[in-house]
């Protein structure tokens, strides 16, 4: 393992979700999520690299944006993305009361949601759940409290529910959560991951790139 700056980290994301065949605009909302995530100490590299490793081709990026379905989003294949359902919420919740509840199927990666529900929280003064199947989260915008760490870490969700907070959840113990890190611990292999994944983002050099390169003089004037 070794530790990254929270802005070295979230290039890191910006790149490899790029490289896997988001488009720029959605890859800065990647780093962004990832920045919001990892300044809380929750893991979101490492459930970044999980999702991307579910993209075999851009196309298949394109299947897992939520469908808009007269203000419900669908899935227009099998499961959906976190970072585009997450945008699509923050764009559709025009208001925030009692009755708000929003429910979305199949998420892989959900936590990556996380920051986005921060976002309206914080947007409408109020506090949202977020319902990960068995889990629940609760956030202001800015605190996280969640009554079992293990949210963290899941890998798919059936059924994800934003809601406004229950007096139950806002008075969650086991965890408290507010941005208070300014580095972040990556294991070996999860940097590694990504960093594979930002590659494909470079141009392939060529013989022409290679003798523009600093240093590839062809003239010898001395």
């Known amino acids: 393992m070794a530790d990254y700056s929270l802005n070295e980290t979230a290039s890191r994301a910006k790149l490899a979700a790029r490289g896997v065949g988001y488009s720029w605009g959605m890859a800065e909302e990647v780093a962004r999520a990832i920045f919001w995530l990892a300044s809380r100490e929750l893991p979101g590299p490492a459930l970044l690299l999980n999702l991307l490793s579910h993209y075999p081709t851009s196309e298949s990026v394109k299947l897992a944006m939520p469908l808009n379905n007269n203000g419900q989003l669908c899935v227009k294949d099998s499961w959906l993305c976190p970072i585009a359902a997450g945008c699509a919420l923050s764009d559709t919740c025009a208001d925030v009361d009692d009755t708000t509840l929003i429910v979305l199927p199949s998420v892989k990666s959900p936590i990556l949601i996380l920051p ?82 930002a590659q494909q983002t470079y141009a392939p050099s060529t013989e022409s790139s290679r003798a523009l390169g600093a240093g590839a003089g062809l003239n010898d004037n001395d």
């Open 116 to 197: 986005f529900v921060a976002d309206i929280a914080l947007r409408f003064g109020t506090v949202l759940d977020l319902e990960l199947d068995k889990y629940t989260v609760s956030t202001n915008g800015t605190q996280v409290k969640f009554s079992d760490i293990a949210f963290a870490t899941m890998e798919q969700a059936e059924r994800v529910v934003c809601r406004t907070a229950s007096s139950e959840t806002t008075e969650y113990t086991l965890g408290d959560r507010e941005n208070t890190a300014f580095r972040v611990v990556v294991e070996d292999h999860v940097w590694a991951g990504l960093g594979a994944y």
